[in-house]
């Protein structure tokens, strides 16, 4: 026991437990190396592997968005409109027309055909939101000399009444919101336009009911009040028809 103790206590015993100790760490070492190795080739490999997938799967979804463009391109066409290149000139006119006002008016139209009872199968529906405008003035030749005098220098002058000039759609604004078709029809193909001709019926009426006429009028004094000046005359009067049906 003695000589056994005496053994591992001795100088030999501790030599040996660090080489034992530097045996361990350097198997370690060498183990952590060949993880590390083992981890960048597997990296380089899931690496080289996404690259040629990426590689091979680009062209196919490349010619698969194309085909898909080209399909649709199809099944909805690209209108072709070719305006036919002979013009006619039907009538030319001199107009003496004062615009003096001018609304931008917003309508929604609601338009359906064939509803009850089976509108689910051949009724057809929409809404048409229609942007428009609508000038008024007065036509300056309807002014004759009749309709101007002079007493005791005041300029007597009777306008013709304001009109309607333009009532017209901005195609650009105005579009179907929304449309429902039966499901055994392909839809009333004059719906629309009935649409839009009622839209700009209703344009024009609610402009009026605004009173752009007699807006049209007021402006159209004021213009020509401040014309009539700058020529000389010191005042001006405008006069409506009642007033001046009796006067001479």
Not at 87 to 101: C, G, N, Y
Not at 124 to 145: M, S
Not at 208 to 236: C, H, M, W
Request: glycine residues 6%; hydrophobic residues 40%; negative net charge.
């Amino acid at each position: 026991m003695l000589c056994n103790n005496f053994i591992k206590d001795s100088p030999a015993g501790n030599e040996n437990s660090i080489i034992k100790a530097m045996d361990n760490t350097r198997g370690w070492i060498l183990v952590g190396g060949i993880l590390l190795i083992i981890a960048a080739i597997g990296f380089s490999m899931v690496w080289i592997v996404r690259e040629t997938v990426n590689n091979t799967v680009s062209p196919v979804q490349s010619m698969t968005g194309d085909l898909g463009t080209r399909v649709a391109q199809v099944i909805n066409p690209t209108p072709t409109i070719l305006p036919d290149p002979v013009t006619i000139l039907r009538e030319i006119r001199t107009l003496a027309r004062l615009e003096t006002v001018q609304y931008s008016v917003e309508k929604v139209i609601s338009a359906e055909t064939k509803q009850e009872p089976f509108g689910f199968l051949f009724g057809d529906r929409l809404l048409f939101v229609a942007h428009g405008k609508v000038i008024a003035g007065i036509d300056l030749e309807q002014l004759g000399p009749e309709d101007l005098r002079i007493k005791n220098d005041v300029l007597y002058v009777r306008l013709p009444e304001a009109e309607i000039f333009i009532a017209a759609l901005d195609n650009e604004n105005s579009y179907v919101y929304d449309r429902d078709k039966g499901i055994l029809t392909r839809g009333d193909i004059h719906l629309e336009s009935e649409a839009r001709k009622v839209a700009e019926k209703e344009i024009e009426k609610a402009a009026k009911t605004d009173g752009i006429l007699e807006l049209a009028e007021k402006n159209a004094e004021n213009y020509l009040y401040s014309l009539f000046r700058q020529l000389g005359y010191p005042e001006v009067i405008f006069e409506t028809p009642d007033r001046s049906s009796g006067s001479d």
